[in-house]
């Protein structure tokens, strides 16, 4: 065994094979992996191997997508067959939310040009001949079925194999027997890890890949990893002799069929069927780690369980009847809490990397080896990965947190997945002081990065409660009047979940110079909106950095971001001490005070004057504001309106809030959630960081031109800048008037088309603009569409409506409001 490596990969199920394979893609070949006992001993051994493309997320579409792509091509490279069926996939619908949801999938779909097809029920029974229409309360009629002609199932130990053989002819090392059972950071800043015989070997670089292992394996470098596998079946049936017959008469391999809404899947296997589902009540195992005892090994089947499914199944195939069961298969499936693996740089310690809590792993093994092996490589992945990113997640995610919302997630796999779902479990968790005081107010609470935000504030009278949906729903008249509140008087919008930093000492301020492509300001009480780039110029952050009193800097960001921004600030940090980074989330509140009554609030409370002259726009003060001192006063907001965010000490939100509401009151004051603050934002042509600007776009592409100063020095990633604006901008940044619509607006993930028809961009965001009373959406478009006035379509709901390019900033372009 090698005593030295560049890169160590640990875990020798698919998902670590394959970053294996694609780290000697990438070229380097000094690598290795080692496993505890053989390769695919984890859950690769038992997985029924398919490989759904469908998945609603822009980035794990794609991580799939490549999969796919990759297994088709592997038995050719490497001489290695994968049993790779291409028999496509029939996703059953049953309901008109369920066509909705593909409809929606199908925008992304389009947009990383997966290929599917919307058909009708006649077309399901031509495909799948086997299947009942149904019609009844047991067995719903089938509306429609999303279609993937060009996926299926694998064997998943095989596809290991070949990407294994890949991997080894290109200079790769695979020691099986081989557990890590410590690991140390070396004085050189190298990872040294101890093997259960005894063995060490170093490396640069450490990957985790360790599926149900990775809470012990996050352990032993001190890392609280988010994924608890969850116990899941599926049942093997023998012969069918209704299958036999219907394929001895010539029928082809029939699709892996899924009945969503009755929550199983089915496929053949040896002229029979496998059928498993994703049933309630599958209980988290191995919270603590997996027992010695556990080696290759299942779970006793829990018939229970299975029965409803079985009875659903069989009324949909009646074929299923005549057939017995041979086996149950009851395995653990690696989970995290929204189900999206964890792909990218471990928090807090430098060169470790995650590749886990894949619960579709033999699906997306390919592709997460590829993005990782890239990030590993070059520093960045190549596509937006913040979806996947494993610092998504936070401090909050503690053991019986993830057992909770794992449990949900997989039996939510097969429910509708709408655009305003808010799951119920381990909530609240994280609050804002006046959680209460907003639940008084009607507050109907949504859940991120574990905050409760108000999503929106139920009138006196009127359920708080949402009514999810892909079309406008019971809150849209509630959410309109949140936001005229806001353009025509005062509101308050809670954001005490914002990422805080502190940043000080005498380094400081040449530090965040570096980090962001915006001047960072220079004199106390100015502000800047910055963006920290990829070095291939993406936007990996924004930052609004306030320059509080000399060496001292106040930086807020997402508050999604928190440890995703905290990890990367604290890595960038210089080793000489010149300069201080402090976390302060949790020891500063933010009420966002905003609208054209809110200085005649706000100077009820506060000395300090607030006119133009005293406190223009952009500026930020250290004021007293009731009985609280020490508070930020930043004039800036997301809404577009006169307004202040208040950045106070957290223990003086009850006073504050109760001042401005007892000061706010004559002038109509009331509170607004986060659906208007959407609504309002996009009326402004505001960029929401994770969906708008990402990794994907520079700030040309964005448009934020206004926030780059390439003559300034250096900076991370100016030298792809400027090879852009060499080049010429690709893609711009584009505000879109739709019309047409009824009651669907754009919610992202959108296709944009031109008059030919051809896909010419994306939509990143949308929503209905309550003031404006237009429907809206922002995205990217090829850049010469992208000049105000072009006729594009969008696509919602699978309907193609007319879009018009509107000049950016539609509500209020010249920001008149904003410097009222
Ligand atoms: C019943 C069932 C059916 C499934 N069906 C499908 C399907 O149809 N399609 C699909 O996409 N997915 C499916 N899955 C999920 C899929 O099996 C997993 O997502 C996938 O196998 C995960 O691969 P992995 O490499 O991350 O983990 P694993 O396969 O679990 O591999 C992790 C490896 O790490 C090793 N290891 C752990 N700790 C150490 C250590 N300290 N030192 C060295 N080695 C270590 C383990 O021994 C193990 O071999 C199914 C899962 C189950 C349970």
Same mark, same amino acid.
């Given at each position: 065994? @090698? ?45 029924? !191997? ?47 939310? &369920? ?85 140390? &950071? ?102 603590? !780690? ?66 886990? !809590? ?91 990065? !574990? ?37 025509? &008087? ?9 990422? @805080? ?210 003559? @300034? ?108």
């Amino acid at each position: 065994m @090698k005593t030295h490596v560049r890169v160590l990969v640990i875990g020798g199920g698919v998902v670590g094979v394959s970053t294996l394979y694609h780290l000697t893609k990438k070229g380097w070949r000094d690598v290795a992996l080692i496993e505890r006992t053989e390769l695919t001993a984890g859950s690769t051994w038992h997985a029924a !191997g398919l490989l759904p493309l469908f998945n609603m997320s822009y980035t794990v579409g794609q991580l799939h997508k490549y999969s796919v792509d990759l297994y088709k091509r592997l038995p050719a490279e490497t001489g290695q067959d994968v049993s790779f069926h291409v028999t496509g996939n029939l996703r059953l619908a049953t309901s008109r939310e &369920r066509m909705d949801e593909y409809y929606k999938y199908c925008g992304t779909a389009n947009t990383i040009g997966v290929p599917f097809e919307v058909i009708t029920a006649q077309r399901v029974k031509e495909l799948w001949p086997l299947v009942e229409l149904g019609g009844n309360a047991d067995t719903p009629a089938i509306v429609g079925a999303l279609y993937h002609p060009d996926d299926g199932h694998i064997a998943p130990a095989d596809l290991t194999m070949a990407l294994r053989k890949g991997a080894r002819s290109a200079g790769a090392e695979v020691y099986e027997h081989t557990e890590a059972v410590a690991i140390e &950071r070396t004085a050189s800043g190298e990872w040294r890890v101890r093997t259960a015989k005894g063995a060490e070997i170093s490396a640069e670089h450490l990957v985790l890949a360790t599926g149900n292992y990775a809470r012990q394996t996050g352990r032993l470098l001190g890392l609280n990893v988010p994924a608890i596998p969850v116990e899941h079946q599926y049942i093997v049936y023998d012969e069918s002799p209704e299958l036999k017959a219907y394929r001895q008469r010539g029928g082809r391999e029939l699709a892996v069929l899924r009945e969503s809404d009755k929550s199983y899947y089915l496929r053949e296997e040896r002229m029979g069927w496998i059928l498993g589902p994703y049933e309630k009540g599958a209980p988290a195992r191995f919270a603590d !780690g997996v027992p010695e005892w556990f080696g290759r090994s299942l779970f006793p089947g829990d018939l229970d369980r299975l029965v409803p499914h079985v009875e659903a199944a069989t009324r949909r195939v009646p074929a299923l009847e005549h057939c017995g069961i041979k086996d149950i298969v009851n395995g653990p499936i690696s989970y995290t809490p929204d189900g999206t693996p964890l792909i990218g740089p471990a928090w807090g310690v430098p060169n470790v990397w995650l590749n886990e !809590g894949h619960s579709f792993g033999i699906t997306a093994a390919g592709g997460a080896g590829w993005q990782l092996a890239e990030w590993i490589v070059e520093g960045e992945p190549g596509i937006d990965m913040l979806a996947a990113d494993p610092r998504r997640f936070g401090p909050y995610t503690s053991k019986r947190y993830v057992v909770k919302k794992n449990e949900e997630t997989y039996r939510n796999v097969f429910t509708v997945h709408f655009p305003d779902e808010e799951r119920p479990d381990a909530r609240p968790v994280k609050t804002s002081p006046v959680y209460d005081k907003l639940s008084a107010r009607g507050a109907v609470w949504g859940q991120r990065y !574990g905050w409760e935000r108000a999503n929106w504030f139920a009138p006196p009278g009127v359920a708080r409660r949402d009514s999810w949906s892909f079309r406008r729903s019971n809150y849209f008249e509630h959410v309109g009047n949140e936001a005229r509140l806001m353009r025509e &008087r005062v509101g308050v919008i809670d954001l005490t979940p914002f990422t @805080k930093h502190e940043v000080t000492g005498p380094g400081a301020e040449a530090w965040l110079d570096r980090l962001v492509a915006n001047k960072v300001p220079a004199k106390i009480g100015r502000m800047a909106l910055s963006h920290a780039l990829t070095v291939r110029g993406g936007i990996r952050s924004e930052f609004t950095i306030t320059k509080i009193a000399e060496q001292h800097y106040y930086v807020v960001s997402a508050g999604a971001a928190e440890r995703y921004d905290g990890d990367y600030l604290l890595k960038s940090l210089p080793a000489d001490g010149s300069v201080g980074l402090r976390n302060i989330t949790n020891s500063r509140g933010c009420f966002v005070l905003a609208g054209p009554r809110s200085r005649d609030v706000l100077a009820q409370l506060t000395d300090t004057p607030l006119d133009n002259t005293a406190f223009p726009w952009l500026t930020a003060q250290v004021i007293e504001a009731g009985l609280a001192v020490d508070v930020y006063a930043l004039r800036v907001n997301f809404v577009g309106a006169l307004g202040w965010e208040l950045h106070f000490p957290v223990e003086y939100a009850h006073h504050l809030f109760d001042a401005l509401f007892e000061a706010g009151a004559a002038h109509g004051i009331g509170m607004v959630g986060m659906r208007a603050m959407e609504s309002l934002r996009l009326e402004k042509s505001y960029r929401m960081w994770g969906s708008d600007i990402t990794p994907d776009y520079t700030p040309f592409e964005a448009s934020l031109d206004r926030f780059v100063r390439l003559k @300034k020095g250096a900076f991370i990633g100016r030298e792809a800048l400027e090879r852009q604006q060499a080049a010429g901008v690709p893609n711009r940044f584009v505000t879109l008037e739709v019309h047409e619509v009824t009651d669907a607006d754009p919610l992202g993930n959108e296709p944009l088309f031109d008059k030919g028809g051809r896909m010419v961009g994306r939509a990143t965001s949308g929503y209905y603009g309550h003031c404006l009373q237009k429907s809206l959406a922002i995205g990217y478009a090829r850049t010469e569409l992208a000049t105000p006035g072009t006729e594009l379509a969008i696509e919602i709901l699978g309907e193609r409506k007319p879009a018009t390019v509107l000049p950016e900033s539609p509500y209020d372009p010249d920001n008149l409001q904003l410097r009222a």
